[in-house]
């Protein structure tokens, strides 16, 4: 019978076929052939947000079930993954059934699609209806509940209409699970985990890690769970995959898109994994054990190593499928390992070893977030002194006074001149355990004097160990100043080295790993947990979570775990995630803000005539200038969004999901500091916005400022070695007149090997990269990702304030004044450039940009 077209509702819908995201699967293409031609196709039935029906407990009233047409005869692309496009026609009554609010769907195929989204022709009095989807449909066999679909209305959970406040409660228990039993890729449970999956004990004591997270000796952010079977040898290590699976379980809409999964695996099996590390040994050991100049580092670069011929490159084919040994191999097929050249050296290969670089470094580098304002003299520990001994700096006025540009050190300190990179406290508790393995490294405090050109001077930097009598007698420290000439120019280019390692070794597992990537996961757990899909607050936060439970399972499998490519290339080896964890124990969420965080660190005081808050006491400080300017934009764009939704502070206190949602961030997320007083409270749209800005700028620009640079500046390993592999040469022997006779080979011989070094330049190649499907702060993948006028007018503006900063920062960076700002390797600050004007959305080793989440 003909559809009465007056109560018809026409329909679109987006997606992309399985089978064209796997051209290789042919038996599902087959089978969905079967299926369709059976009658058992893809299905939707619309449910009315206005017409509660009370024989399904007041859920909305269902429509009749429409299916998809002429499935078989869409045109798709058979080469790349495409959007494919279908018709749908509903029986719909407007008059009985109202508007519509959602939709259930079912999958009577044999495999998944990618649903993106359904759009409603024009609903009589209401006009058209979108619902943004972004999620893969399995099966209908693989749910106990029919997948529903909202439209893309935001709405409290006071203001539900009744027709859909079941369907959103029912969709969040099937999201929060049962907490028990195996999770298989179909599932969508988030859980939450500790990390007790980064040991094979099974494969004896030195794979063995303990469990970081559940106690007080090592908290730590909760990971998402996986429901893994524990090891053999302990029952409180989860097992491991095998390092070429990579089907570990994050809930399926959390993993990279095919085109980016693509280019991940490309780019990382490339970068060596632990599969060719026998393999890379060996063929180092067949060339050069060692770079003996500058020069044999440049090669890596410029020439690259030969790959031999014979029983080696056999090997190493066989090992590997086709597409990687080719991306391995680059185009010429002969040349193995070819990085591109970092743009620390681009300009010059030796300006990289001048003190003003190494200072300047510390504000526009790789990791421009530690550096705090020196204010006593001389610097003290905070370590405990009955456990510690003495761990107060050993710098004296004798090693800094004659530097201070004819200042006593009471004015330079009077007068915000002096300034310190501090690594001691962080690493000293770790650093008899660290040298008893193959590195030989120091804790090191440096300190600078910011000079009247706004660039900082090096004065001094302190390298201390642990009492040979044991740790509570204290430090054995000595200090070393610049020097510019004969042996001790090389003693004073090494005493950089090891503050440099200390500095990247911290980066890379606090800064980057712990401050980033681990503390954001809990808040995406418990955002799906407890936040429906269609609270306000889900779809502000959603664009910033985008890939990163991904990435982070990815590197608890091959980066972070036992033996992993991190604990192979920086310093603190098979201690490195438990000292992250006692860093942990002092990690404080509010701190997290831009604005208070300079303000910790002495960086800045109060301004209240300043439009920050605040005064920076460097005044060219390209990552707080750049940053404040962010922070502010984030700041005012989810005020203004969160004002929109919330107009008092008891609607704040009345949201019941928001305060399951925070309660749990705090109890569970991050459980082992729920009792820490400095939580907000969530009571008032302050704490709600405070929260929220937090929340993106970590997920967003601090990432970007501490992971996108890390190829730019790192590498080129001597200027941020990971490793150091022995002590300061003392006088008197063989390795002190080694120094006098080849200091090139003296450095190289100190820190990180080449075997090292081209796993690590190979690990942070791929790390440095974006994506070409990236989406960056203040772009959007889904213009109607809400119906409400007023905060997508509030984005757009975002977005052109983005605009204007891009424009301040390129200003900036051509101000000769600023010296800050490009240095003398003439490498210009762009790492929180937002990019919101590049549409092109280009790729690769950009150095610029700030995705929208931590999605690398």
Not at 393 to 412: M, P
Not at 568 to 589: D, I
Request: aromatic fraction near 10%.
């Amino acid at each position: 019978m003909e559809m009465n077209y007056k109560n018809s509702v026409k329909g679109k819908v987006v997606l992309m076929k399985k089978s064209l995201l796997d051209f290789h699967d042919i038996k599902s293409n087959v089978l969905d052939r079967i299926h369709e031609f059976l009658g058992k196709g893809v299905s939707l039935q619309l449910i009315s947000a206005t017409a509660p029906d009370p024989a399904k407990g007041l859920k909305g009233k269902h429509g009749k079930v429409a299916c998809l047409e002429r499935w078989m005869s869409s045109i798709s692309s058979l080469t790349t993954a495409t959007d494919t496009e279908f018709s749908v026609t509903f029986d719909w009554d407007h008059e009985k059934m109202g508007v519509p609010g959602a939709f259930l769907i079912r999958n009577n195929h044999h495999s998944q699609f990618y649903l993106k989204t359904v759009t409603l022709d024009d609903i009589p009095g209401h006009g058209p209806i979108t619902f943004v989807c972004n999620s893969w449909v399995y099966p209908t066999h693989r749910y106990t509940h029919d997948r529903v679909f909202f439209a893309n209305k935001a709405y409290l959970p006071c203001d539900t209409p009744e027709a859909l406040r079941k369907l959103r409660e029912e969709e969040l228990g099937t999201l929060r699970g049962k907490g028990i039993g195996k999770l298989n890729e179909w599932d969508r449970v988030y859980d939450y985990a500790c990390y007790n999956d980064l040991g094979t004990p099974d494969n004896g004591p030195d794979y063995a890690r303990p469990v970081i997270g559940g106690s007080q000796k090592f908290p730590y952010p909760r990971r998402g769970r996986t429901s893994r079977p524990h090891t053999k040898t302990d029952p409180k290590t989860e097992s491991r995959l095998h390092l070429l699976n990579l089907n570990i379980y994050v809930p399926r809409d959390e993993q990279f898109g095919h085109v980016k999964f693509s280019d991940f695996l490309a780019y990382s099996l490339k970068s060596v994994t632990q599969v060719l590390l026998p393999e890379l040994r060996s063929l180092c050991d067949k060339t050069i054990n060692e770079f003996d100049t500058f020069q044999d580092v440049l090669d890596i670069y410029e020439g690259s190593f030969n790959l031999p011929s014979g029983p080696l490159h056999s090997k190493i084919r066989d090992l590997i499928p086709y597409e990687i040994f080719r991306e391995l191999v680059r185009n010429d097929g002969e040349k193995f390992l070819r990085f591109p050249v970092p743009d620390v050296i681009k300009a010059s290969k030796t300006a990289w070893r001048t003190d003003e670089e190494f200072g300047r470094e510390m504000l526009a580098g790789v990791n421009p977030v530690i550096i705090r304002r020196l204010q006593e003299f001389p610097p003290a520990s905070k370590l405990d002194p009955s456990v510690y001994g003495d761990q107060n700096s050993s710098i004296q006025a004798k090693h800094i006074e004659n530097s201070l540009d004819g200042l006593t050190i009471d004015e330079a300190l009077e007068s915000d001149k002096l300034y310190i990179l501090d690594h001691h406290d962080a690493l000293m508790p770790y650093l008899s355990r660290i040298n008893s393995t193959n590195t030989k490294t120091y804790a090191t405090r440096t300190l600078l004097f910011l000079q009247d050109d706004g660039t900082l001077k090096p004065l001094a930097i302190e390298l201390s160990l642990p009492h040979p009598q044991g740790e509570q007698h204290g430090a054995v420290s000595k200090v070393f100043t610049p020097s510019h000439e004969g042996v001790a120019a090389t003693v004073w280019q090494l005493a950089k080295a090891y503050a440099a390692v200390n500095d990247s070794g911290y980066h890379q597992l606090v800064s980057h790993w712990l401050f980033t990537h681990a503390v954001i996961e809990p808040f995406i757990i418990a955002t799906n947990r407890q936040l429906s899909l269609l609270h306000p607050i889900h779809k502000l936060l959603k664009p910033h979570f985008k890939d990163t439970m991904h990435i982070n399972a990815l590197a608890r499998h091959t980066l972070i775990n036992a033996g992993g490519v991190l604990e192979k290339t920086v310093f603190p080896g098979k201690f490195a995630l438990e000292m992250s964890a006692v860093v942990y124990k002092n990690w404080v969420f509010t701190e997290q803000a831009l604005p208070a965080n300079l303000l910790k660190r002495g960086i800045a005081v109060p301004d209240s005539n300043s439009p920050h808050g605040l005064k920076l006491l460097i005044e060219d400080y390209p990552f707080a200038v750049d940053g404040l300017e962010i922070w502010d934009a984030i700041e005012t764009w989810v005020s203004e969004y969160c004002s929109f939704y919330y107009t008092s502070d008891d609607m704040i206190e009345n949201d019941y999901e928001l305060q399951f949602w925070w309660k749990e961030v705090r109890t569970e997320g991050h459980g082992d500091l729920k009792d820490r007083s400095w939580w907000p409270v969530m009571k008032t749209r302050i704490d709600l916005i405070q929260s929220c800005t937090i929340i993106i700028w970590v997920a967003s620009a601090f990432h970007a400022a501490v992971n996108f640079g890390q190829y730019p500046y790192a590498g080129y390993l001597p200027n941020r070695p990971t490793v150091s592999r022995r002590f300061m040469p003392e006088q008197g022997t063989p390795e002190y007149e080694e120094l006098e006779s080849d200091p090139e080979l003296a450095f190289l011989k100190t820190i990180t090997a080449q075997f090292q070094t081209l796993l690590g330049v190979s690990l942070i190649e791929v790390l440095s990269r974006h994506s070409t499907e990236e989406v960056y702060l203040g772009q959007t993948v889904d213009p109607d990702w809400t119906a409400d006028a007023e905060p997508l007018a509030a984005f757009r503006r975002f977005s052109q304030k983005l605009l204007e900063i891009e424009n301040n920062i390129m200003k900036r960076n051509k101000d000769p004044s600023l010296k800050n700002r490009n240095g003398p390797v003439k490498l210009p600050y762009t790492l929180l450039f937002p990019n919101t004007s590049d549409y092109s959305r280009e790729g690769g080793l950009t150095g610029k940009g700030i995705p929208n989440s931590i999605s690398i």
